[in-house]
C-alpha cells in the first residue's frame, strides 16, 4: 500500500510539472508578439521584455509555476491580458504559491 501511494505522488507531481511546461512557450510568444508592436524605448516595455527573459529562462531551467507566474507579471507590466489554457486546481495552486515567492 505505501508503495502505491509513493507512485501515485510522483505520477502526480510528474503530470502536474508536464501539463505546466506546455503554457510557458504559449504564454511567451503572447507577450512577445505583443511587446513586437510596442515602443522598445519605453521604460514598461523593457521592464516587460526583462520580464519576459526571466520567464524563458525559468521555463528553460524546468521551474514552470515561476515561469508562468513571471510571464503574468510581464502581461500586467505590459498591460496585457494573456490567454492561458486550462490548468487544474494544482497547477494553478503552484502558479500562486510561485508568485508569493517572486513578490507579486
Known sequence: MP???AVTVVLAII?????????????????T???????????KVK???ALVAE??????AGKHAE????????????????????MNPAQEEQVRAAEQTIGH
Not at 15 to 31: D, I, R
Not at 33 to 43: Q, W
Not at 67 to 86: D, N, P, W, Y
Open 3 to 5: 508503495r502505491v501511494l
Open 15 to 31: 503530470l502536474t510539472n508536464t501539463a505546466s511546461a506546455f503554457q510557458c512557450p504559449l504564454l511567451l510568444k503572447q507577450l
Open 33 to 43: 508578439d505583443a511587446a513586437a508592436t510596442m515602443n522598445p524605448n519605453e521604460p
Open 47 to 49: 521592464e516587460g521584455q
Open 55 to 60: 520567464a524563458k529562462k525559468l521555463h528553460e
Open 67 to 86: 515561469s508562468i507566474a513571471t510571464a503574468e507579471k510581464a502581461a500586467r507590466v505590459l498591460g496585457l491580458q494573456l490567454k492561458l489554457a486550462k
